[in-house]
């Protein structure tokens, strides 16, 4: 059975999973669906459609599937989709999809996100990303498993962020972020690989090794980047932990910071 403080309003329609937590004066609109032992804590907004996995917690003040303030949407029954083991730490918002993409907010399994950050509508964010106070991300971004994104950063419409990058306080990213890429700036700009968020995650020394050649064939031989790219291809060859950092750079339809 569901614990649901006496002062919240939910509404009819809501799901609760086994062992959900209702805390003091938060609202549950209609098409709400929440997973087992998940807890949401007082003063929180839960609009529809919106699904919410297992084992989340919300903490005070968040609003979760609110419409998006983007101009083009006119009430369209789009979705919120949230998985498991996630954490959305005081005043975060997200919002959901628009018709004008695929209609859906997505976000993965075992993501941090501090207080106030903020996940526009039609963003895709995987899996273990940690989103730090006052993180923005703006309309249709993807953002890749176990990306870093430090405070008060600022990320423009439709970029995508490469698995295990990280952005360094304050940056501003209008371009794309390839996978393993560490960036700081305002603008972004390309530093070095994430090496210790490598390490920390159970990258080998080669491992390592063969992405950070990989990035200084992309970003310290002044090559042009078909010519990069046709040398990585030889090196994934024999490294394939260099794979992603390539589909990351040729699926880029804004182009990568350089």
């Not at 983007?70 to 005081?90: A, C, S």
């Not at 526009?120 to 498993?145: E, F, M, R, W, Y």
């Amino acid at each position: 059975m569901a614990n649901i403080h006496p002062t919240a309003v939910v509404d009819p329609s809501v799901e609760l999973g086994k062992g959900v937590e209702i805390g003091p004066l938060t609202v549950i609109g209609p098409n709400v669906v929440i997973g087992d032992d998940t807890v949401v804590a007082s003063h929180v907004v839960i609009q529809g459609p919106t699904v919410i996995g297992a084992q989340n917690r919300i903490f005070q003040f968040s609003t979760i599937g609110e419409d998006t303030p983007d101009m083009k949407y006119n009430g369209e029954p789009t979705r919120l989709v949230i998985g498991d083991r996630n954490i959305f730490r005081e005043g975060v918002t997200v919002h959901r999809g628009t018709m004008q993409d695929n209609g859906e907010t997505l976000i993965g399994n075992d993501n941090l996100f501090m207080a106030y950050v903020h996940i526009g509508h039609d963003c895709v964010v995987g899996n273990h990303t940690i989103l730090v106070n006052n993180a923005s991300i703006s309309g249709h971004i993807h953002v890749g498993d176990w990306v870093f994104l430090s405070g008060y950063t600022l990320i423009h419409q439709f970029v995508r962020i490469g698995a295990y990058a990280f952005l360094g306080a304050g940056a501003y990213l209008n371009q794309d972020l390839p996978a393993y890429v560490m960036a700081a700036g305002h603008p972004a700009v390309p530093r070095t690989i994430n090496k210790v968020g490598l390490e920390r995650r159970g990258f080998s020394k080669d491992q390592i090794k063969a992405i950070n050649r990989a990035y200084k064939t992309v970003y310290r031989q002044g090559l042009k980047q078909d010519e990069a790219l046709a040398r990585l291809d030889a090196l994934a060859e024999h490294n394939d932990v260099v794979q992603p950092f390539i589909d990351s750079i040729r699926g880029s339809t804004r182009g990568i910071i350089r």
